[in-house]
Protein backbone atom coordinates (compact mmCIF):
# COMPACT_ATOMS: atom_id res chain seq x y z
CA UNK A 1 0.00 0.00 0.00
CA UNK A 2 2.76 2.42 0.95
CA UNK A 3 4.70 1.98 -2.23
CA UNK A 4 1.49 2.45 -4.23
CA UNK A 5 0.89 5.60 -2.88
CA UNK A 6 4.76 6.68 -3.23
CA UNK A 7 3.74 5.45 -6.77
CA UNK A 8 0.53 7.75 -7.17
CA UNK A 9 1.90 10.55 -5.71
CA UNK A 10 4.99 10.58 -8.31
CA UNK A 11 2.43 10.38 -11.38
CA UNK A 12 0.39 13.37 -9.77
CA UNK A 13 3.40 15.31 -9.41
CA UNK A 14 4.44 14.58 -13.02
CA UNK A 15 1.09 15.57 -14.54
CA UNK A 16 0.87 18.37 -12.65
CA UNK A 17 4.55 20.10 -13.75
CA UNK A 18 3.66 22.24 -17.26
CA UNK A 19 6.00 21.57 -19.88
CA UNK A 20 9.41 24.16 -20.25
CA UNK A 21 8.20 27.15 -22.65
CA UNK A 22 10.47 27.95 -25.31
CA UNK A 23 12.49 31.50 -25.16
CA UNK A 24 10.81 34.46 -26.45
CA UNK A 25 12.21 35.52 -30.18
CA UNK A 26 14.43 39.08 -29.76
CA UNK A 27 13.06 41.82 -31.53
CA UNK A 28 15.44 43.25 -34.04
CA UNK A 29 15.75 45.50 -36.94
CA UNK A 30 17.15 44.30 -40.40
CA UNK A 31 18.49 45.01 -43.41
CA UNK A 32 19.40 43.32 -46.56
CA UNK A 33 22.86 42.53 -48.18
CA UNK A 34 22.47 44.28 -51.28
CA UNK A 35 24.92 44.32 -54.38
CA UNK A 36 25.59 47.76 -56.74
CA UNK A 37 28.06 50.03 -58.16
CA UNK A 38 29.82 51.90 -55.04
CA UNK A 39 32.49 54.22 -55.47
CA UNK A 40 36.10 53.55 -54.47
CA UNK A 41 37.39 56.20 -52.35
CA UNK A 42 40.19 57.68 -50.20
CA UNK A 43 39.38 59.03 -47.49
CA UNK A 44 41.42 61.36 -45.10
CA UNK A 45 42.23 65.36 -43.83
CA UNK A 46 43.26 68.18 -45.93
CA UNK A 47 44.02 71.59 -45.04
CA UNK A 48 42.38 74.67 -46.85
CA UNK A 49 45.26 76.84 -48.84
CA UNK A 50 44.74 79.91 -50.94
CA UNK A 51 46.20 79.21 -54.52
CA UNK A 52 47.84 82.26 -54.34
CA UNK A 53 48.95 84.35 -51.87
CA UNK A 54 51.05 87.71 -52.27
CA UNK A 55 52.43 90.63 -49.19
CA UNK A 56 52.19 93.81 -50.40
CA UNK A 57 54.37 95.85 -50.05
CA UNK A 58 55.80 99.60 -51.38
CA UNK A 59 58.36 100.23 -54.22
CA UNK A 60 58.97 103.93 -53.03
CA UNK A 61 59.06 105.23 -49.68
CA UNK A 62 57.29 107.92 -48.45
CA UNK A 63 54.19 109.19 -46.61
CA UNK A 64 50.87 106.81 -46.75
CA UNK A 65 48.41 109.62 -47.78
CA UNK A 66 44.72 107.27 -48.20
CA UNK A 67 43.92 103.73 -47.82
CA UNK A 68 41.06 102.78 -50.96
CA UNK A 69 39.97 99.56 -49.24
CA UNK A 70 38.48 98.14 -46.18
CA UNK A 71 40.67 95.70 -45.10
CA UNK A 72 38.55 92.24 -45.39
CA UNK A 73 37.45 92.95 -48.75
CA UNK A 74 37.44 91.45 -52.28
CA UNK A 75 39.58 93.42 -54.19
CA UNK A 76 39.78 92.57 -58.08
CA UNK A 77 43.30 93.07 -60.25
CA UNK A 78 44.36 96.53 -60.94
CA UNK A 79 42.36 98.20 -58.08
CA UNK A 80 43.80 101.02 -56.40
CA UNK A 81 45.14 100.59 -52.73
CA UNK A 82 47.37 102.97 -51.51
CA UNK A 83 48.58 105.99 -52.15
CA UNK A 84 51.97 107.14 -51.14
CA UNK A 85 52.64 110.87 -50.91
CA UNK A 86 53.83 111.79 -54.28
CA UNK A 87 55.71 115.39 -53.99
CA UNK A 88 58.89 114.37 -53.32
CA UNK A 89 58.58 111.96 -56.52
CA UNK A 90 57.23 114.45 -58.82
CA UNK A 91 60.04 117.43 -57.93
CA UNK A 92 62.75 114.11 -58.32
CA UNK A 93 61.11 113.86 -62.04
CA UNK A 94 60.74 117.45 -62.58
CA UNK A 95 64.56 117.88 -61.76
CA UNK A 96 65.34 114.74 -64.05
CA UNK A 97 63.21 116.47 -66.88
CA UNK A 98 65.53 119.76 -66.43
CA UNK A 99 68.60 118.32 -66.84
CA UNK A 100 67.47 116.18 -70.04
CA UNK A 101 66.21 119.56 -71.39
CA UNK A 102 69.59 120.44 -70.22
CA UNK A 103 71.70 117.67 -72.14
CA UNK A 104 69.53 118.16 -75.07
CA UNK A 105 70.49 121.66 -75.60
CA UNK A 106 74.13 121.19 -75.40
CA UNK A 107 73.84 118.16 -77.91
CA UNK A 108 72.26 120.69 -80.07
CA UNK A 109 74.84 122.79 -79.60
CA UNK A 110 77.61 120.07 -79.85
CA UNK A 111 76.26 118.52 -82.80
CA UNK A 112 76.63 122.11 -84.75
CA UNK A 113 80.09 122.90 -83.77
CA UNK A 114 81.08 119.42 -84.61
CA UNK A 115 79.23 120.08 -88.07
CA UNK A 116 80.88 123.04 -88.60
CA UNK A 117 84.12 121.96 -88.00
CA UNK A 118 83.68 119.47 -90.02
CA UNK A 119 83.46 121.43 -93.17
CA UNK A 120 86.40 123.49 -92.16
CA UNK A 121 88.52 120.43 -91.46
CA UNK A 122 87.53 119.14 -94.90
CA UNK A 123 88.43 122.72 -96.26
CA UNK A 124 92.10 122.80 -94.51
CA UNK A 125 91.13 125.36 -92.60
CA UNK A 126 91.48 123.66 -89.19
CA UNK A 127 93.54 120.63 -87.76
CA UNK A 128 91.69 117.58 -87.71
CA UNK A 129 92.63 117.35 -83.97
CA UNK A 130 90.09 120.05 -82.88
CA UNK A 131 87.50 118.38 -85.54
CA UNK A 132 87.39 114.90 -84.10
CA UNK A 133 87.52 116.82 -80.24
CA UNK A 134 83.88 118.43 -81.30
CA UNK A 135 83.19 115.16 -82.52
CA UNK A 136 83.71 113.09 -79.47
CA UNK A 137 82.19 115.94 -77.03
CA UNK A 138 79.16 115.58 -79.13
CA UNK A 139 78.66 111.28 -78.84
CA UNK A 140 79.74 111.75 -75.13
CA UNK A 141 76.40 114.58 -74.73
CA UNK A 142 74.60 111.88 -76.60
CA UNK A 143 75.23 109.46 -74.32
CA UNK A 144 74.31 112.13 -71.64
CA UNK A 145 71.16 112.21 -73.23
CA UNK A 146 70.59 108.50 -73.33
CA UNK A 147 71.25 108.56 -69.44
CA UNK A 148 68.95 111.48 -68.79
CA UNK A 149 66.38 109.51 -70.57
CA UNK A 150 66.53 107.00 -68.49
CA UNK A 151 66.44 108.82 -65.62
CA UNK A 152 63.27 110.72 -66.19
CA UNK A 153 61.59 107.18 -67.39
CA UNK A 154 62.54 105.96 -63.73
CA UNK A 155 61.39 109.17 -61.58
CA UNK A 156 57.70 108.61 -64.09
CA UNK A 157 58.12 105.09 -62.69
CA UNK A 158 58.66 105.81 -59.23
CA UNK A 159 55.65 108.47 -59.41
CA UNK A 160 53.83 105.63 -60.85
CA UNK A 161 54.31 103.04 -58.16
CA UNK A 162 52.96 105.58 -55.37
CA UNK A 163 50.11 104.23 -56.16
CA UNK A 164 49.85 100.63 -55.28
CA UNK A 165 47.65 98.84 -56.76
CA UNK A 166 46.86 95.21 -56.33
CA UNK A 167 48.39 93.00 -57.88
CA UNK A 168 45.86 90.06 -58.54
CA UNK A 169 41.98 89.43 -57.59
CA UNK A 170 41.89 88.04 -53.77
CA UNK A 171 40.53 88.78 -50.56
CA UNK A 172 42.56 91.12 -48.27
CA UNK A 173 43.53 90.42 -44.37
CA UNK A 174 44.06 93.16 -42.01
CA UNK A 175 45.91 96.46 -43.12
CA UNK A 176 49.00 96.37 -41.25
CA UNK A 177 49.51 100.31 -41.83
CA UNK A 178 47.90 103.68 -40.99
CA UNK A 179 46.93 106.69 -43.24
CA UNK A 180 50.10 109.19 -42.20
CA UNK A 181 52.78 106.14 -41.58
CA UNK A 182 56.52 106.33 -43.03
CA UNK A 183 56.39 103.52 -45.46
CA UNK A 184 60.36 102.05 -46.32
CA UNK A 185 61.08 100.81 -49.54
CA UNK A 186 60.65 96.89 -50.15
CA UNK A 187 60.33 96.64 -46.18
CA UNK A 188 56.85 97.46 -45.09
CA UNK A 189 54.09 94.98 -45.83
CA UNK A 190 50.77 96.99 -46.08
CA UNK A 191 48.68 93.71 -46.50
CA UNK A 192 48.42 90.19 -47.47
CA UNK A 193 46.10 88.92 -50.37
CA UNK A 194 45.10 85.71 -50.70
CA UNK A 195 43.41 84.16 -53.34
CA UNK A 196 40.57 82.16 -52.70
CA UNK A 197 38.45 81.41 -56.17
CA UNK A 198 39.78 79.06 -57.09
CA UNK A 199 41.45 77.91 -53.93
CA UNK A 200 43.53 74.56 -52.94
CA UNK A 201 43.32 71.67 -50.14
CA UNK A 202 46.46 70.06 -49.73
CA UNK A 203 46.28 66.40 -48.25
CA UNK A 204 48.82 63.35 -47.53
CA UNK A 205 48.50 59.93 -49.03
CA UNK A 206 50.43 57.12 -48.13
CA UNK A 207 53.01 56.32 -50.05
CA UNK A 208 51.65 52.77 -51.07
CA UNK A 209 48.58 54.39 -53.10
CA UNK A 210 51.01 56.55 -55.43
CA UNK A 211 51.24 54.32 -58.04
CA UNK A 212 47.37 53.63 -58.75
CA UNK A 213 46.70 57.41 -58.19
CA UNK A 214 49.45 58.70 -60.79
CA UNK A 215 47.76 55.74 -63.28
CA UNK A 216 44.22 56.84 -62.83
CA UNK A 217 45.38 60.71 -62.90
CA UNK A 218 47.24 60.03 -66.03
CA UNK A 219 43.46 58.73 -67.60
CA UNK A 220 41.69 61.69 -66.77
CA UNK A 221 41.56 64.22 -63.35
CA UNK A 222 40.59 62.34 -60.22
CA UNK A 223 37.43 64.27 -58.45
CA UNK A 224 37.72 65.32 -55.43
CA UNK A 225 35.15 66.05 -51.92
CA UNK A 226 36.00 68.46 -49.29
CA UNK A 227 33.23 67.67 -46.46
CA UNK A 228 32.87 69.32 -43.30
CA UNK A 229 34.58 67.62 -40.21
CA UNK A 230 31.73 67.37 -38.10
CA UNK A 231 28.66 67.12 -39.97
CA UNK A 232 30.13 65.36 -42.51
CA UNK A 233 28.54 68.03 -44.99
CA UNK A 234 29.23 68.04 -48.35
CA UNK A 235 31.38 71.50 -48.93
CA UNK A 236 32.61 71.92 -52.61
CA UNK A 237 33.61 69.44 -55.37
CA UNK A 238 36.52 69.67 -57.21
CA UNK A 239 39.52 68.05 -59.47
CA UNK A 240 43.03 66.92 -58.35
CA UNK A 241 45.71 69.32 -59.59
CA UNK A 242 48.73 68.67 -58.51
CA UNK A 243 51.26 65.46 -56.86
CA UNK A 244 54.37 66.67 -55.57
CA UNK A 245 57.73 65.11 -57.16
CA UNK A 246 58.72 62.97 -53.64
CA UNK A 247 57.82 61.22 -50.85
CA UNK A 248 58.48 62.43 -47.46
CA UNK A 249 61.14 59.93 -45.49
CA UNK A 250 59.83 61.43 -42.31
CA UNK A 251 56.09 60.47 -42.56
CA UNK A 252 56.29 57.43 -45.82
CA UNK A 253 53.34 59.76 -47.40
CA UNK A 254 53.32 62.12 -50.38
CA UNK A 255 51.43 65.50 -50.30
CA UNK A 256 48.66 65.87 -53.14
CA UNK A 257 46.60 69.26 -53.86
CA UNK A 258 43.09 69.50 -55.16
CA UNK A 259 41.57 72.52 -57.19
CA UNK A 260 38.11 73.89 -55.79
CA UNK A 261 36.24 76.47 -57.89
CA UNK A 262 34.65 77.40 -54.56
CA UNK A 263 32.16 80.13 -56.00
CA UNK A 264 30.15 80.25 -52.80
CA UNK A 265 33.38 80.92 -50.68
CA UNK A 266 32.70 77.77 -48.29
CA UNK A 267 36.58 76.73 -48.18
CA UNK A 268 38.69 79.33 -46.38
CA UNK A 269 42.45 79.61 -46.48
CA UNK A 270 43.43 77.89 -43.11
CA UNK A 271 40.26 75.50 -42.64
CA UNK A 272 40.74 71.84 -41.94
CA UNK A 273 38.30 69.72 -44.35
CA UNK A 274 37.96 65.87 -44.81
CA UNK A 275 38.56 64.58 -48.00
CA UNK A 276 37.04 62.31 -50.34
CA UNK A 277 39.60 61.53 -53.15
CA UNK A 278 37.63 59.41 -55.71
CA UNK A 279 39.47 56.64 -57.65
CA UNK A 280 36.88 55.13 -59.46
CA UNK A 281 33.75 52.60 -58.83
CA UNK A 282 33.44 48.93 -57.93
CA UNK A 283 30.21 48.21 -60.14
CA UNK A 284 29.33 44.45 -58.52
CA UNK A 285 29.97 45.55 -54.47
CA UNK A 286 28.60 43.82 -51.30
CA UNK A 287 27.16 46.31 -49.24
CA UNK A 288 25.25 46.24 -45.47
CA UNK A 289 24.49 49.38 -43.14
CA UNK A 290 27.45 50.06 -40.85
CA UNK A 291 24.94 49.55 -38.23
CA UNK A 292 25.24 45.88 -39.00
CA UNK A 293 28.80 45.59 -38.59
CA UNK A 294 29.91 45.37 -34.89
CA UNK A 295 33.52 44.48 -33.77
CA UNK A 296 34.52 41.90 -31.12
CA UNK A 297 36.72 39.59 -30.07
CA UNK A 298 36.60 37.85 -32.80
CA UNK A 299 36.84 41.02 -34.64
CA UNK A 300 34.44 42.60 -37.18
CA UNK A 301 31.30 40.37 -37.97
CA UNK A 302 27.40 40.49 -38.34
CA UNK A 303 24.67 38.55 -37.59
CA UNK A 304 22.74 37.08 -40.47
CA UNK A 305 19.10 36.15 -39.99
CA UNK A 306 18.65 32.42 -41.46
CA UNK A 307 15.20 31.32 -42.83
CA UNK A 308 14.03 29.58 -39.63
CA UNK A 309 14.35 32.70 -38.26
CA UNK A 310 17.33 32.13 -36.12
CA UNK A 311 20.96 34.08 -35.99
CA UNK A 312 24.05 33.13 -36.94
CA UNK A 313 27.32 35.33 -35.64
CA UNK A 314 29.23 35.34 -39.13
CA UNK A 315 32.89 37.04 -39.05
CA UNK A 316 33.43 39.56 -41.96
CA UNK A 317 35.75 41.56 -43.60
CA UNK A 318 35.18 45.32 -44.60
CA UNK A 319 36.87 46.51 -47.44
CA UNK A 320 35.68 50.56 -47.17
CA UNK A 321 32.89 52.41 -45.43
CA UNK A 322 30.96 54.89 -48.13
CA UNK A 323 28.85 57.13 -46.18
CA UNK A 324 26.43 55.17 -43.96
CA UNK A 325 27.28 51.75 -45.71
CA UNK A 326 30.14 48.91 -45.23
CA UNK A 327 31.51 47.13 -48.73
CA UNK A 328 32.37 43.55 -47.28
CA UNK A 329 35.07 41.76 -49.17
CA UNK A 330 34.20 38.29 -47.64
CA UNK A 331 31.42 36.85 -45.10
CA UNK A 332 28.32 37.83 -46.29
CA UNK A 333 26.18 37.20 -50.41
CA UNK A 334 23.86 39.46 -51.72
CA UNK A 335 20.50 38.74 -50.90
CA UNK A 336 21.63 37.29 -47.30
CA UNK A 337 19.44 39.19 -44.32
CA UNK A 338 21.29 41.18 -41.54
CA UNK A 339 20.25 42.64 -38.27
CA UNK A 340 20.97 46.34 -37.76
CA UNK A 341 20.01 46.81 -34.51
CA UNK A 342 19.44 44.55 -31.07
CA UNK A 343 22.82 42.99 -31.49
CA UNK A 344 23.42 43.23 -27.74
CA UNK A 345 20.57 40.78 -26.80
CA UNK A 346 21.61 37.94 -28.98
CA UNK A 347 23.57 34.76 -29.56
CA UNK A 348 24.03 32.71 -32.11
CA UNK A 349 20.96 30.06 -32.39
CA UNK A 350 18.53 32.50 -30.37
CA UNK A 351 15.06 33.39 -32.66
CA UNK A 352 14.52 36.62 -33.69
CA UNK A 353 11.18 38.78 -34.37
CA UNK A 354 12.74 40.99 -37.35
CA UNK A 355 11.28 43.76 -39.00
CA UNK A 356 12.36 46.03 -41.97
CA UNK A 357 14.31 49.21 -40.82
CA UNK A 358 12.26 52.01 -41.70
CA UNK A 359 12.90 54.40 -44.66
CA UNK A 360 13.68 58.08 -44.13
CA UNK A 361 10.51 60.36 -44.81
CA UNK A 362 10.95 62.81 -47.57
CA UNK A 363 11.77 65.92 -47.06
CA UNK A 364 8.72 68.52 -48.10
CA UNK A 365 9.39 70.53 -51.11
CA UNK A 366 10.35 74.00 -49.96
CA UNK A 367 8.31 76.77 -50.82
CA UNK A 368 9.49 79.14 -53.87
Same mark, same amino acid.
Given at each position: ?????????????????????????????????????????????????????????????????????????????????????????????????????????????????????????????????????????????????????????????????????????????????????????????????????????????? +?? /? $??? &?????? *???? %????? #????????????????????????????????????????????????????????????????????????????????????????????????????????????????? +?? /? $??? &?????? *???? %????? #???????
Amino acid at each position: MYLAALFLMAALAACSRSPEKPAPAVPVVVAQAVEKAVPVQVRTIGNVVPTTTVTLRARVGGVLRQIHFAEGETVRQGQKLFTIDRGPLEAEMRQAQANLAKSQAQLTNARREAERYRQLYERGLVAQSQYEQLATTAAALEAQVRADRAVVENARLQVQYATIEAPMTGRTGAVQVHEGDLIQTNQTALVVINRIQPIDVAFALP +ER /Q $LAE &VQRLQG *ESPL %AVTAL #APQTRRPLAEGALAFIDNRVDRATGTVQLKATFPNADGQLWPGQFVDVVLTLGVDPSAVVVPTAAVKVGQEGRHVFVVRPDRTVELRPVTVAREVGQEAVIAQGVRAGETVVT +EG /Q $LRL &VPGAHV *EARE %APQPA #ASPPTSP
